[in-house]
């Protein structure tokens, strides 16, 4: 879990006037909303400082209305509109690396789809699963945001909207009568911080991935193998490796989730369900919210501050998020473990770089990299494949020992594939007898014709007997 699990941390960085790095008022980001201790809101680092600007306490409430006003949107418990805008202006600021974002050459282009199309050709030997691409992409980093902010919206709602039900539903009725508007308020300031935060998170992320399924899920649009040209040429910078190998190396990864997602079709619910099945698991501290609101003036604005800063809305650890973060990391070191192995089966009689290039990603992913660090952010889960090399290995053993079809056949239902104990003994699960659900399948509609068949029959008889 992360130390700052729903995103209520500091907000984004934004220049005051187009004047990078100039710092304005007395207060800074001392908070979620830039509030400083002992000082009124104003700072450059704060993003409504424009609206409330330099102005004294009597100010306050017309201020609030006016918040209240900018905050009042409808869909949902994120305001996405503002994070689209923060991860817009994040990714033209360069804020991710100090390069700015700059649109995608027509050689870039060309390099990208060469790449996806020669992967393609290399996996089909060493894959049952057919290509899962009918298009490759190389997108800026402004169009990877624009491409993955519904999947975001998809993952991350779930739990901002349980959050936010979490708040108005802890207290007694008669306490929620008299503190209803300031829940209200809140919720319309959880939103747009959920909406900050998402925004700078993904717009920095931008910045840093290499393709659309870095951490492990598909974030872009199904069919498509996507790949970010300005990223691939700063990930592979220090490697000391071609950048045509690097390209290719990603290329491959990059087909190799896409074949997984597109030929597995209950993989995508069941890593969404996981999810899901945490956002559900969520409990708040309601004492600690009952006593926080009932002291709280909503005029004062460093007392708002200090509420959230101390956690008024922290998330309790339950046996059924942890279930749903086990079934997760299972679910996703068997994604990472299936493409590892077969892209280095591919690579290796290939790529003089097979070997430095799998070691690189492997420690990227196991060790939680950006992508999973950001995650963690927005809303507590560590998206990591912790077991990736156990998974790597028992997948290779699958394929020594099964051959491509018995190995890859196993994803053919969730029941089929290891679980967590099979990683403990890989030997055990590769050389232990698998239902074959196919042919389970086959059998039963054998049955149920049978049956229809031998009732058929029956009725006659037992008419002709009458």
């Not at 802890?170 to 308020?185: I, K, N, R, S, Y």
């Not at 959920?194 to 872009?220: H, N, R, Y």
């Not at 790949?227 to 290719?248: A, C, H, M, W, Y």
């Amino acid at each position: 879990m992360s130390d700052t699990p729903f995103g209520f941390g500091l907000p984004p960085e934004e220049p005051d006037n187009g004047d990078e790095g100039k710092k304005g008022g007395q207060g800074g980001p001392g908070g979620p909303f830039g509030f400083g201790p002992g000082g009124l809101p104003g700072g450059a680092d704060n993003p409504f400082a424009a609206m409330f600007g330099s102005m004294n306490p009597n100010d306050l409430g017309a201020a609030f209305q006016q918040l209240g006003q900018m905050l009042s949107y409808e869909g949902g418990p994120v305001n996405w509109d503002m994070a689209k805008d923060i991860a817009r202006q994040t990714v033209a600021q360069g804020t991710a690396d100090g390069v700015k974002d700059a649109s995608v050459g027509t050689a870039e282009k060309s390099a990208v789809e060469e790449a996806v199309r020669l992967a393609d050709h290399w996996l089909d030997g060493v894959t049952s699963l057919p290509s899962g691409a009918t298009t490759a992409v190389a997108w800026s980093r402004a169009e990877w945001v624009e491409a993955t902010l519904p999947v975001w919206k998809e993952l991350v709602d779930p739990v901002a909207e349980r959050v936010g039900a979490a708040m108005g539903s802890v207290l007694p009725e008669e306490m929620q009568a008299m503190a209803g508007p300031l829940l209200g308020m809140m919720r319309s300031m959880g939103g747009a911080m959920f909406g900050q935060q998402i925004g700078q998170a993904v717009g920095t992320l931008a910045g840093e991935v290499v393709g659309s399924t870095d951490i492990g899920l598909p974030l872009g649009p199904a069919g498509k193998a996507a790949l970010l040209p300005l990223n691939i040429e700063s990930f592979g910078k220090d490697l000391g490796v071609p950048s045509d190998e690097v390209r290719l190396y990603l290329a491959l990864r990059e087909a190799a989730h896409a074949r997984l997602f597109a030929h597995v079709p209950w993989l995508r619910s069941h890593l969404f369900g996981a999810v899901e099945g945490y956002a559900r698991g969520i409990k708040v501290d309601t004492s600690k919210l009952e006593d926080v609101v009932g002291q709280l003036d909503p005029s004062n604005p460093e007392q708002l501050q200090e509420a959230l800063q101390g956690g008024m809305f922290q998330p309790q650890d339950t046996p059924e998020q942890k279930a749903a973060l086990a079934r997760l990391e299972t679910a996703l070191a068997l994604v990472e473990g299936w493409v590892d192995a077969v892209v280095h089966e591919a690579a290796k009689p290939r790529l003089t770089s097979a070997d430095a290039m799998r070691e690189t990603m492997r420690r990227r992913r196991a060790s939680g990299g950006p992508a999973e660090q950001t995650f963690a952010t927005l809303i507590g889960l560590e998206l990591r494949p912790r077991r990736l090399r156990d998974a790597s290995r028992l997948w290779a053993s699958l394929t020594d020992a099964r051959g491509v079809d018995g190995r890859d056949g196993l994803w053919e239902h969730p029941d089929m594939l290891p679980t967590a104990s099979d990683l403990d003994d890989p030997d055990g699960f590769v050389h232990r007898e698998q239902l074959d659900f196919s042919e389970i399948d086959k059998m039963l509609g054998e049955a149920a014709r049978k049956r229809e068949s031998d009732g058929g029959e029956g009725e006659q008889d037992g008419d002709e007997k009458k």
